[in-house]
């Protein structure tokens, strides 16, 4: 590749990683062309991009932003894998596939600032994600209305099941 292809090559990724949310950095020799194929589907699907490039080019691209720091976790051949939506969606798919196959080994990754080792990322792995957290936000917006109400309701419907036990009670004792 000639220094214009490379420069061109620094030029986007650099742009890209300042919108990024998190990255996660893994090795991925001795996997076949097929495993990787469907790695990268699944990242994909989860909106993460899969990128193979060279550490030299990736060094070149970090040096002067916010992800400079992991630059420590670039040696030997790298899987870059980032998001600029969910900061949990690459970690979630690459600890799935370092389970997967063990050829595939998770070296660290960025998140907020820094930079997490093998553990940190499988840690991150298991936080929610951006679609659980809304679903429970909602969940404990709702719940406030619901209890409220259930309280206003609570008299009305206490008053029914006292009439409807006295009307029982006085159709037992007229059939007696």
Same mark, same amino acid.
């Given at each position: 590749?000639?220094?214009?292809?490379k420069e061109?090559?620094?030029v986007?990724l650099k742009?890209?990683?300042?919108?990024?949310?998190s990255i996660?950095?893994a090795d991925?020799?001795?996997?076949?062309?097929?495993?990787?194929?469907?790695?990268?589907?699944d990242?994909?699907a989860?909106?993460?991009?899969y990128?193979?490039?060279?550490?030299t080019?990736?060094?070149h691209?970090?040096?002067g932003t916010?992800?400079?720091?992991m630059a420590?976790?670039?040696?030997g051949?790298?899987?870059l894998?980032?998001?600029d939506e969910?900061?949990s969606?690459?970690?979630k798919v690459?600890?799935k596939w370092?389970k997967e196959?063990?050829?595939f080994?998770?070296?660290g990754?960025f998140v907020?600032?820094q930079?997490?080792?093998?553990a940190g990322v499988e840690?991150?792995?298991?936080?929610?994600?951006k679609?659980?957290l809304r679903?429970?936000l909602l969940?404990?917006?709702l719940?406030g209305?619901q209890?409220?109400? &259930?309280?206003?309701?609570?008299?009305? &419907?206490n008053?029914?099941y006292?009439l409807d036990?006295? &009307?029982?009670?006085?159709?037992?004792?007229s059939?007696a």
């Open positions: 590749m000639d220094k214009a292809g061109e090559i620094v986007d742009s890209r990683l300042t919108k990024v949310t996660v950095l991925f020799r001795g996997i076949t062309v097929q495993a990787v194929t469907r790695a990268r589907d990242f994909r989860a909106g993460c991009n990128q193979v490039i060279k550490n080019l990736i060094e691209a970090i040096k916010k992800v400079e720091p420590k976790l670039l040696k051949p790298t899987a894998i980032w998001t969910d900061p969606a690459p970690a690459a600890t370092a196959s063990e050829k080994v998770i070296k990754g907020d600032g930079v997490l080792d093998k840690s991150l792995a298991s936080m929610p994600g679609d659980e679903a429970t969940a404990t917006f719940s209305p209890k409220f109400l &259930q309280t206003i309701m609570a008299a009305q &419907q008053f029914v006292l036990a006295h &009307q029982r009670k006085s159709s037992e004792g059939a």
